[in-house]
């Protein structure tokens, strides 16, 4: 019997289907234009690296939004595979990045997968990381 679904319940490896289309002007998102705690935010999220490479998650292009409503942000994003092993360690470091910032008490990280990551959204810094590593881009 084959089955897509994951063996462990869906936290170590998942199954998406990928919305067809491409990439929206907005991306890559990269805070440029945040002010305040939200600018923080992204600052502190600019420090958070692949576990893979030594580039910025920001700079790869994950980061498809940031939020602060009071005193919790909502910080959304992607990862450049669905069924990446790493996924709760970047979760988990891109939440206590944001919640570096002075008026953030909480946050929650949302993963989403439309639009679907391409190399497209890399930002040329990121580009430039990317190719100092050995990578091809």
């Known amino acids: 019997m084959t089955t897509n679904a994951p063996l462990d319940g869906g936290k170590a490896c998942g199954y998406t289907n990928y919305e067809e289309g491409t990439v929206p002007d907005e991306y890559p998102k990269t805070g440029v234009d945040a002010t305040g705690t939200e600018a923080e935010v992204w600052e502190a999220l600019r420090e958070v690296q692949d576990p893979e490479m030594p580039v910025s998650i920001v700079d790869l292009g994950l980061i498809y939004d940031v939020s602060v409503d009071d005193d919790h942000c909502t910080v959304e994003m992607t990862l450049t595979y669905t069924g990446c092993p790493a996924r709760d360690m970047i979760l988990n470091d891109v939440k ?16 989403q997968f439309s639009p679907k990551w391409t190399v497209d959204m890399v930002t040329e810094a990121g580009r430039d990381d990317l190719r100092e590593f050995g990578l091809s881009v």
């Open 96 to 111: 206590c990045a944001a919640e570096t910032a002075h008026a953030v008490q909480e946050a929650d990280v949302r993963l």
